[in-house]
């Protein structure tokens, strides 16, 4: 269990308070992993930050040489510290990513910023859903994510191709629908909302142009394409380039031939990004401060389970069953992440790309 500790102060704004407040973590706070959080005097998480070594951490705030440093401004806005020591950083890395999920503080931006980085393809959700390339993922967002990529540029051609071959919709997303098979009491003039329908690269869920079978049955085979169990889509521009070229339209075969190498593009994305989750998968000894060795089940990316390191034959048994039951289950295919896994993923990923040599202490599951 981590160990807390905590300093309360009144007037953040009083020197002598603040003094005090640098006595208090001096004197107490130990060069540890760990966590710690900035709390204002509404009870309000401003700031979550880790540290390998929490004492020193916890007195760099009291050294910030200008009032607008960042670490100035968080202990003029805090009226108190608390902080938890951990195992080891690797776990310390996690707390944190948690209770910044957790408590979302207003002064946590780098992990906001740091995601930015990468777009993803979000499938919305309702009638006549749309594929659309965004930054980053709502908290609370119950859409389908794909992801993460990088170049949302190149992303967005791709995504673009992929609804005109498909004709998918990518009108705005409160434009109202009308499927042809929905019955209606009084008919009403449609106009489509773009020419998309009527130079046919959309199968105009506006205007009645489709049945929601029809649309939906697009649908899955986009989700298909980027689950990467079909390459229809690829496959239907293959065969105009193909006749195209055959019918000595040279220029329109080049026209799908670019289209196709944004489409392929897009596909080694995801062949890259499947083989980089499922590498992701292993049991994790991590060696922690004073002893404290934490066993850590990662599967596709995530954390399935931490438990201290086994030393009895006893543990080392009910972990193997552990184990047994978290890769027993159907494995998860595709490019598909659920909106809460994909900071812990990108959390592991940068981890292990920073630290390699911590993959020897991974033992693979077979």
């Keep these: ?93 996690l707390r944190e990513l948690r209770l910044i999920k957790q408590y979302r503080p207003r002064f946590n931006v780098a992990m906001k910023r740091d995601a930015r980085h990468y777009s993803f393809i979000k ?29 949302a540029q190149r992303v967005s051609e791709a995504v673009r191709e992929l609804n005109d071959v498909l004709g998918l919709r990518d009108c705005r997303s409160d434009m109202p629908i009308f499927f042809s098979d929905q019955h209606e009491l009084f008919q009403i003039a449609r106009t489509p909302g773009c020419i998309r329908h009527e130079i046919k690269k959309c199968l105009g869920p506006c205007v009645g142009g489709c049945t929601l079978a029809e649309y939906d049955r697009q649908l899955a085979l ?30 329109r075969a080049a026209i799908f031939r670019d289209k196709l190498s944004r489409l392929e593009a897009l596909r080694e994305q995801f062949d890259r990004l499947r083989f980089a989750v499922e590498s992701l998968s292993f049991v994790y000894n ?60 990108l959390l592991l990923s940068s981890w292990f790309r920073k630290y390699p040599e911590e993959m020897e202490r991974a033992r693979r599951v077979a």
Aim: cysteine-free.
């Design 1 to 93: 269990m981590a160990r807390s500790r905590a300093y309360t102060f009144k007037e953040p704004t009083s020197e002598e308070q603040l003094a005090a407040m640098r006595a208090s973590v001096r004197e107490t706070a130990r060069n540890e992993p760990g966590v710690y959080r900035m709390i204002a005097d509404n009870g309000e998480i401003v700031y979550v930050g880790k540290s390998k070594q929490i004492r020193s951490r916890l007195m760099s705030y009291f050294r910030a040489a200008y009032p607008d440093d960042k670490g100035a401004r968080i202990v003029r806005e805090a009226t108190r510290v608390e902080w938890d020591y951990e195992p080891s950083e690797f776990a310390a890395l």
């Design 222 to 251: 986009a989700r298909a394409f980027l689950d990467g169990s079909s390459a229809g889509p690829a496959d239907t521009l293959r065969s105009q380039m193909e006749a195209a070229s055959n019918a000595l339209e040279f220029e």
């Design 286 to 345: 991590v060696r922690g401060f004073d002893g404290r060795d934490r066993t850590y089940v990662i599967r596709r990316g995530i954390v399935r389970a931490e438990l201290d390191t086994p030393k009895t034959r006893r543990d080392r048994t009910a972990m193997r069953r552990l184990v047994d039951d978290i890769f027993g289950e159907i494995p998860t295919t595709g490019s598909s992440i659920p909106t809460h896994e994909i900071d812990e993923l």
């Design 123 to 151: 499938i919305s959700r309702g009638a006549a859903a749309r594929l659309n390339v965004v930054r980053g993922a709502g908290p609370d967002d119950a859409a389908v994510y794909y992801g993460p990529f990088v170049g």
